[in-house]
Nanobody, 120 residues
Framework: QVQLVESGGGLVQPGGSLRLSCIAS????????MSWYRQAPGKEREFVAV????????NYVDSVKGRFTISRDDAKNTVYLQMNSLKVEDTAVYYC?????????????WGQGTQVTVSS
């Protein structure tokens, strides 16, 4: 059974930090690019960050560059999102995504999401 389970969300004040975790099971996550997306109330889901299979290449949406860091530990089948200097506009449900394209077949998995609320 394929699963992506996010954790680490919660309520934090502006300027605070959180670390999200996403544990993969039921598939070989080390062969997938791993990403974080988020969806704020009334808005579409947006890309936040991605890390490639080997873990040496990352990319971020401009609004989080310099504040968020994505990393992976394939020994633990886990991807992380370290979020610093949080802003009210970072409030959203954060989703973990695993994706790969092999032999012309695209595969993607999603987690259920974890709520991040930034408020004073």
């Amino acid at each position: 059974q394929v699963q992506l389970v996010e954790s680490g969300g919660g309520l934090v004040q502006p300027g605070g930090s959180l670390r999200l975790s996403c544990i993969a099971s039921g598939f070989t996550s080390s062969s997938y690019a791993m990403s974080w997306y988020r969806q704020a109330p009334g808005k579409e889901r947006e890309f936040v960050a991605v890390i490639n299979v080997a873990g040496y290449s990352t990319n971020y949406v401009d609004s989080v560059k310099g504040r968020f860091t994505i990393s992976r530990d394939d020994a633990k089948n886990t991807v992380y999102l370290q979020m610093n200097s949080l802003k009210v506009e970072d409030t959203a449900v954060y989703y973990c995504n695993a994706a790969r394209s092999r032999f012309g077949v695209a595969t993607a998995y999603w987690g259920q999401g974890t709520q991040v609320t930034v408020s004073s």
